[in-house]
């Protein structure tokens, strides 16, 4: 099946997109429907059984013949498992947004040795940078991890996390990678194998079109023999705990059912549909947003050849009043995101992510192109 008719082929269930930002995204009817099914019992085949289905298919997502832990929890609560299983000494984190900020945050808090690498926002962390600044730290020391930041959402900037990690391993191959994807994960390819990561997590409410509460993590037999070094896990997001409660298709503490089964549901949907198609479709929607950006005179922030297929972050060249903006938006039935923290007012971002779909997009460029038309002298 093409891209094309890819979109087509859930039209008629589908109803009109009204969430363009970057997640929450709207969920299919038929996912949201998956969550009012009876009540089970957790530790019980039935379970078992959603869940080994579940983690399968997330592994085949993740292109992984590791393991995938499945958890009520943000993408956040997994930056932190990662800190807490991978690291007992000393952590490199690459700040170069608001989320790779908050994994160095959450370092902190952990109570690692964790230190800063500042990059310019609105670019990419490149294979050099992270070279250059791991040699100087080995200098003094082994390094437990780098942190980075796959799809950075606040900026909409993607980073090459391969050439990433082969810088790494030329340098420290026992340094784990540990790499935020909560924005690209099921908009664009990551073989967790291939690549060698260690730890790539993720969660349900962005490009995978979940309600929000679980979050998912490929783990590599490399973290979790580093796990067993580490002393501080804590219970919650202890790997060696989650991995034998895996191994048995289940889950230490009780789990999210009812999200569970909507995951289920929009795992049949996106193999329906096609991994392949399902990257092509988010490649498509990015570039037609970046294209309408610059003819339109706006600027897109992030920089050139490290642009996000799942979140375009344009540049509010024209000056425009973002929130008087998404007020005549909203009356149409659809929203942005303002820009996120120092770009609030500055930029405005397009999620183009999940189930958007080719006619969902040009709905909404529609729109835009009608307020600039109408509203372009209003002026923030």
Not at 247 to 272: C, E, G, K, V, Y
Not at 280 to 288: G, P, V
Not at 308 to 336: A, C, K, Y
Request: proline share 5%; net charge negative.
């Amino acid at each position: 099946m093409d891209g094309q008719a890819a979109s087509r082929s859930h039209t008629g269930t589908k109803p009109p997109q009204r969430l363009f930002i970057p997640g929450p995204t709207d969920v299919l009817p038929e996912v949201l429907e998956a969550q009012v099914a009876p009540m089970i019992g957790h530790r019980t085949p039935e379970f078992e059984a959603l869940f080994a289905r579940c983690e399968a298919r997330l592994r085949r997502i993740f292109e992984t013949e590791q393991r995938v832990f499945i958890l009520a929890s943000s993408g956040s609560g997994l930056q932190e498992a990662a800190i807490r299983n991978g690291v007992g000494g000393r952590v490199l984190n690459f700040v170069n947004g608001a989320f790779s900020q908050r994994w160095h945050q959450v370092s902190v808090g952990c109570g690692k040795e964790a230190i800063r690498v500042d990059l310019p926002w609105c670019t990419a962390v490149k294979p050099e940078q992270v070279a250059q600044a791991l040699e100087e730290a080995l200098a003094d020391g082994p390094v437990d991890a780098i942190t980075v930041v796959h799809n950075e959402t606040s900026t909409g900037v993607i980073s090459p996390v391969e050439a990433i990690v082969q810088a790494v391993r030329a340098l420290s191959p026992e340094t784990l990678v540990l790499v935020d994807a909560v924005s690209s994960f099921g908009g664009t390819r990551i073989p967790f194998d291939a690549w060698d990561l260690d730890v790539c997590l993720t969660s349900s409410q962005k490009a995978m079109a979940v309600p929000p509460g679980l979050a998912f993590a490929a783990v590599s037999d490399r973290a979790m023999a580093r796990a067993e070094r580490v002393q501080g896990r804590g219970w919650y997001f202890d790997f060696l705990l989650l991995e034998r409660y895996r191994q048995r298709n289940t889950t230490p503490a009780t789990p999210a059912l009812s999200l569970m089964r909507a995951l289920s549901q929009q795992l049949d949907h996106i193999f329906q549909e096609g991994l392949d198609n399902r990257y092509a479709r988010h490649r498509r929607l990015a570039e037609r947003s970046q294209a309408w950006a610059l003819s339109r005179g706006l600027g897109l922030m992030a920089e050139e050849g490290y642009r996000s297929p799942t979140v375009t972050t344009v540049e509010n060249t024209l000056g425009l009043d973002i929130g008087h903006m998404n007020r005549f938006l909203q009356e149409r039935g659809m929203q942005v995101a303002n820009g996120y923290g120092p770009y609030r007012g500055k930029a405005f971002r397009i999620g183009h992510m999940g189930e958007v779909l080719d006619q969902d997009l040009e709905r909404l460029l529609d729109a835009l192109d009608e307020y600039l038309q109408q509203h372009g002298e209003v002026r923030s």
